[in-house]
């Protein structure tokens, strides 16, 4: 049993409105010295699978679905998780 | 200049239909040993200040805007950043 995270964000040249938008925000409240702010996704994904397999496995799926190659970038890490 | 990375998840008791569409969807691609999903935020902000201060400062933030802390669980990691 696998345990991974994947982080999913914007590439730097991609505008976030929403993190502008929570950065207005935090700058309203009194968070002035906030200067930026860039929202991404993190997935946690449970899965079997041999050991050999499971980067690979994982790198495809990101590819195919669970990030958009044209504006985001992503990268994972995967932990052993005991069996339940 | 710090940067920091602030991980915004759902507590386990919540469900994530979000993620149980993305489960759904890579099984449906052949990733059947695809068990669970869960989604969440990563934001990242980029800000001044001191560094006695800032634990507490993002502390507040999370709870008054970033995270709901209903169903919401956070936590978050702070890296010196050169400025630039």
Redesign the interface.
Known sequence: MYEIQV?V?LKEAVLDPQ?KA?NH??NQ?G?S?????????????????EKETVEA?VT??CD???ANPVIEDYRFEIKEALAQ
């Not at 702010?37 to 699978?49: F, P």
């Open positions: 982080f964000t993190g929570v925000s935090l409240l968070y010295e906030v200067e930026d702010v860039r929202i991404g996704k993190v997935l946690t994904l449970t899965m079997n699978g496995r495809e799926m195919k679905l669970l």
